[in-house]
């Protein structure tokens, strides 16, 4: 059965169809969840909140062959509000981590996840969904409501950025 064809039945209120598309689409729902988190439980949640909220809200996805891009930008908005509400929290593991803050941060920026970690959010998510979504700038634009131009502006300034952390840590 053709995806469209199964977006059509989960709009109609069929559950085995709408299961059937999140299948498809759970893996890169995790990874992206996890990429902003770095938290297998926390990225989890958030997939599982991004499903509840796409299975709520199917009916008003007008295009099918949009659901994978809809779908992204429901998981980032739920997971930018997840990371937003857990930056209120400061936690004991926290406090020991920034005694040891010098160590840690080399550590860190030794891997490429690590710097995308360290990017800004506008940043960070335009390059998850470019080169770990491998969406086009179109798409990209369209999910986060910006001209192409900002989208490009963003990736560029990114990958400026994330030559940088790296160029650091080789010196």
Request: glycine share 2%; net charge positive.
């Amino acid at each position: 059965m053709s995806i469209e064809k199964k977006i059509n039945k989960a709009k109609k209120g069929n559950e085995k169809a709408f299961q059937e598309l999140i299948q498809n689409e759970k893996n890169k729902l995790f990874r992206m969840a996890y990429l902003y988190v770095k938290n297998e439980g926390d990225a989890l949640d958030i997939v599982q909140e991004t499903i509840y909220k796409a299975f709520i809200s199917i009916k008003q996805l007008n295009e099918p062959s949009y659901f994978s891009t809809w779908l992204s930008r429901i998981l980032i908005n739920t997971a930018l509000d997840f990371i937003k509400k857990s930056n209120r929290i400061l936690t004991l593991s926290d406090i020991e981590v920034a005694g040891n803050d010098q160590s840690f941060r080399i550590e860190e920026k030794l891997d490429l996840v690590a710097a995308i970690r360290q990017l800004e959010v506008q940043y960070k998510t335009v390059i998850i969904l470019r080169y770990y979504k491998d969406l086009s700038i179109k798409q990209i634009a369209e999910i986060l409501h910006c001209p192409e131009g900002t989208v490009k502006t963003r990736i560029h300034r990114a990958i400026k950025q994330l030559k940088s952390y790296l160029s650091e840590e080789c010196i």
